[in-house]
């Protein structure tokens, strides 16, 4: 009896993120909504404050910052954007990542499936593809956002440093 072994492994496995489909990709997506937090590169080796501008890089010596403020379009309970479709007009600084600007990957943070994979630290055991499409095993691993965000239209940005949190770093498996 023969077996087919290809049928056996997952996308994920059998291909790069390159190589996936549109769908495919899609699907690789969390939803845990960490990349719909404010989020600021701390450079240590000054102490001078500058302005809060969108960059597309980040140096050696500057490591990312997250704060628990939310983007707010983002609905804090099902970790869903409430304006999907019209995000990127509605919120220009909105991160999409595609198969096209991977390089900006860095951005996400270290439980991002995105960057998993394209770090080679593979699928994380909670990930909803892997049960059944529910995000409960990611809630209950507290790898999502739900229930430690406040929204931006509710607090000052300047206030900002009030907010600086850690678990967005977090990351298991
Ligand atoms: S951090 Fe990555 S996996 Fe999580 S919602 Fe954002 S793009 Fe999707
Ligand atoms: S527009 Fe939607 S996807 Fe973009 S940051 Fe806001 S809530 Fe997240």
């Known amino acids: 009896m023969s077996t087919n072994k290809s049928e056996a492994v997952p996308f994920w496995e059998s291909k790069t993120l390159a190589q996936m489909t549109r769908e495919e990709w899609e699907s690789l997506c969390d939803g845990c909504a960490k990349c719909c937090l404010h989020k600021f590169i701390d450079d240590e080796t000054t102490d001078e404050v500058t302005e809060f501008l969108p960059t597309d890089h980040m140096a050696e010596d500057e490591q990312m910052v997250y704060s628990s403020i939310a983007c707010f379009l983002l609905n804090d309970k099902t970790c869903q954007c409430s304006q999907y479709q019209k995000r990127t007009s509605l919120v220009p600084d909105c991160v999409r990542l595609t198969q096209d600007n991977l390089d900006d990957v860095f951005f996400m943070p270290p439980s991002c499936t995105y960057r ?42 300047d206030d900002f440093e009030d907010y600086i949190v850690l678990w967005p770093l977090d990351d298991i498996d």
């Open 116 to 157: 998993r994979l394209n770090e080679g630290r593979g699928m994380p055991s909670w990930h909803p593809l892997l049960h059944k499409g529910k995000k409960s095993a990611m809630h209950k691993a507290g790898m999502s956002v739900r229930g430690k965000v406040v929204k931006d239209d509710q607090v000052s940005l």
